[in-house]
């Protein structure tokens, strides 16, 4: 199965500053097969980017979704108090749909 | 509006069978593959398995093959988790959820979690 890897593990920053979150690949997957999702605690997750780069249906422009192949990234261009949560990405390259272990953000 | 409720949490023995259940509305059922993610206390989303409610075609996670069955009755629009014999390493939030396969796939809905406790 394919592994995924999230970086870093928990990240510290102020509202305001820019996030970014990395999720690397075991093996190659095809373009557009990634997602990710909040997760907001007590709370079960939610979409926030299909096909790597596609914002979900009301998500503020703020988040975006880049990277192919092994290597993709979430990018929250400048933080707000209601963006401090765990975030995960999912590949649907292959069976099973795998997720990453999760980047907790936290306020600084 | 799409919805997915999930039945209440439940408290049960090792060793006890368990079947918990996903109403779900403002869709044809039987047109999106639905699936199970566990959250184990504490940690992260772990997929369980999907299933095509049109055909009941599933597809399980190796490590999940066997410990569960998943499996739907479209009459009434629900999809069902189901244990044998549980264990207390069963412990966990188990969530449903309505997977898009066409491209580009994801998660578009979610239920609001189940929590099942398994303890002598």
């Known amino acids: 199965e394919i592994v995924l890897t999230q970086s870093p593990g928990t990240l510290s920053l102020s509202p305001g500053e820019r996030a970014t979150l990395s999720c690397r690949a075991s093996?190659?997957?095809?373009?557009?097969?990634l997602a990710w999702y909040q997760q907001k605690s007590g709370q079960a997750p939610r979409v926030l980017i299909y096909?790597?780069?596609s914002r979900a249906t009301g998500i503020p422009d703020r988040f975006s979704g880049s990277g192919s192949g092994t290597d993709f990234t979430l990018t929250i261009s400048r933080l707000e108090p209601e963006d401090f949560a765990v975030y995960y990405c999912?590949?649907?390259?292959?069976?099973?749909?795998?997720f990453g272990q999760g980047t907790k953000l936290e306020i600084k | 509006e799409v919805q997915l409720v999930q039945s209440g949490a439940e408290v049960k023995k090792p060793g006890e069978s368990l079947r918990i259940s996903c109403k779900v509305s403002?869709?044809?059922?039987?047109?999106?593959?639905i699936g199970w993610v566990r959250q184990m206390p504490g940690k992260g989303l772990e997929w369980m398995g999907i299933?095509?409610?049109?055909?009941?075609?599933?597809k399980y996670r190796p490590s999940f093959q066997g410990q569960v069955s998943i499996s739907v009755d479209k009459s009434i629009s629900t999809a069902y988790l189901q244990w044998s014999s549980l264990k207390a390493s069963d412990s966990a939030t188990y969530y449903c959820?309505?997977?898009?396969?066409?491209?580009?796939?994801?998660?578009?809905?979610w239920g609001q979690g189940t929590l099942v406790t398994v303890s002598s």
């Open positions: 959820a309505r997977h898009i396969l066409d491209y580009p796939p994801h998660i578009d809905s």
């Open positions: 999912q590949q649907y390259g292959s069976l099973p749909y795998t």
């Open positions: 403002g869709y044809r059922f039987t047109h999106y593959w």
């Open positions: 096909g790597a780069s």
């Open positions: 299933i095509y409610p049109d055909d009941s075609d599933t």
């Open positions: 093996q190659r997957i095809s373009s557009g097969y």
